[in-house]
């Protein structure tokens, strides 16, 4: 699976938007973005995926670039809840048993 | 409904004692994961279940961990002779074919 490269930290203000990037530039046809997170003490949680299109959930808005090679997970109101670290992998969508290979993630800090 | 649960949450073993950890994955979830997590790291592979079939182990590491999932459902991670470098958090986690993975809370264990 693609490797992905992150910035290791970012803060933001609570109640503004909080858009984490993401690089991804050896991702091939058949992977997929996943983004997930995890809070202090808390197994990691999942988000949202894409593979080439955008995505929106209840948690959170995936815009993936044209040539897939970035991508950027957006909370659109991040809270105090939402400080955790983020991690963004890329998973094949070919293999049942496809693993999800996760990397050192970015924390994201939310201050009130 | 309900979740990923595993149990103990915590565990304190002394070295040299064997330790059994148990998952409950979601109900009708055929994939089941076991993740290792140091410390300020992200989580690593251990093994994969494709109902009771364990086809990957490749991150296993040493022979004094194995796991099972006998029906296909509970699964158990058990550690002979414990170190005190298997001290972590233990992560499960459950998904259906090239679904979502959703993980448990963990199990922190400490090996004094």
């Known amino acids: 699976d693609a490797k992905t490269t992150q910035p290791p930290s970012m803060d933001c203000a609570e109640g503004r938007a909080a858009n984490l990037p993401c690089n991804h530039s050896?991702?091939?046809?058949?992977?997929?973005v996943y983004w997930y997170r995890q809070i202090h003490s808390q197994g990691p949680q999942y988000i949202i995926h894409g593979l080439k299109n955008n995505e929106t959930n209840e948690m959170a808005s995936l815009i993936i670039t044209e040539d897939r090679k970035s991508s950027t997970l957006i909370l659109p109101h991040a809270t105090l809840r939402d400080t955790a670290v983020y991690y963004c992998?890329?998973?094949?969508?070919?293999?049942?048993?496809?693993?999800?290979?996760f990397g050192k993630g970015i924390t994201l800090s939310v201050r009130p | 409904g309900a979740g990923v649960s595993q149990s103990p949450r915590y565990k304190v073993a002394k070295r040299g004692q064997d330790v059994a950890l148990r998952c409950d994955p979601i109900?009708?979830?055929?994939?089941l994961f076991w993740y290792q997590q140091a410390l300020g790291q992200g989580p690593e592979f251990l093994t994969y279940?494709?109902?009771?079939?364990?086809?990957?182990k490749s991150g296993l590491p040493s022979d004094r961990f194995f796991a099972e999932r006998p029906e296909g459902s509970v699964s158990t991670l058990k550690i002979q002779r414990t170190q005190q470098e298997d001290s972590a958090v233990y992560l499960c986690?459950?998904?259906?074919?090239?679904?979502?993975?959703?993980f448990g809370p963990g199990t922190r264990l400490t090996v004094t």
């Open positions: 109900s009708g979830h055929v994939s």
């Open positions: 050896t991702i091939s046809g058949n992977e997929y």
């Open positions: 992998i890329v998973r094949s969508s070919m293999r049942a048993n496809s693993k999800l290979t």
């Open positions: 986690a459950s998904s259906l074919p090239r679904g979502p993975l959703y």
């Open positions: 279940f494709q109902n009771e079939a364990q086809l990957d």
